[in-house]
């Protein structure tokens, strides 16, 4: 019997190649959700997030006309057990993205994001021009009973359209970091997300 993870792979597989972006819902259940919810970066996110800058670590700089969010980086080795939960799925994709599409992706970085209301991120692609390593671009949402008209899209511009992506909790959007121009629409209550990459090299703990 094919399991379910393997029809859920697949299909992200299959959305990637097609249209270099893909939307799983239910990627973790509630349970699991609750579990990243409680940790103490997100329960104490003034002791632990940082504004989020522009570019890589050699050219960071602040620019709160581009994007508003506030971010705490992982150690994704070391990580809080519910948050390993995630990051052992994404490994288990990240295997099978290798061995479907030969990615020779090795590596994930990850951090936790918090958008505060009416804050948001302009156009722009994950991939930097001076560093290609971003391959896959991986967003989790942990946002419960959000509704449509509390804003926050993902807005996706893929093959001359426009798809809004609502920042359900559970929900896993994976996209072409090099190829997918995106943006994050204002919402009228905090977004929240684990937001990161596969890296085709080990990266260094930040």
Known sequence: MISRESIVFEQIVDDLAEKGFSVTDSFLDDREIEAILSVDEFKNKMLHFKKAGIGNSASLKINESVRGDYISWLDTKKAHLSISVYVNRLNALQVYLNKTLFLSLK?????????????????????????????????????????????????????????????????????????????????????????GWMLDQLIDIK
């Open 107 to 195: 590596d994930i970085e990850l951090h936790l994001t918090s958008y505060p209301v009416g804050s948001y991120y302009r156009r722009h692609v994950d991939q930097f021009k001076q560093q290609d390593h971003r391959k896959i671009s991986v967003i989790l949402y942990l946002n419960r009973d959000w509704r449509s008209e509390q804003g926050g899209q993902l807005r996706v511009y893929s093959q001359s359209n426009e798809i809004d992506i609502f920042p359900v909790a559970g929900r896993l959007v994976c996209m072409r970091s090099d190829l997918i121009e995106h943006e994050v629409l204002p919402a009228s209550r905090e977004r929240l997300s684990v937001t």
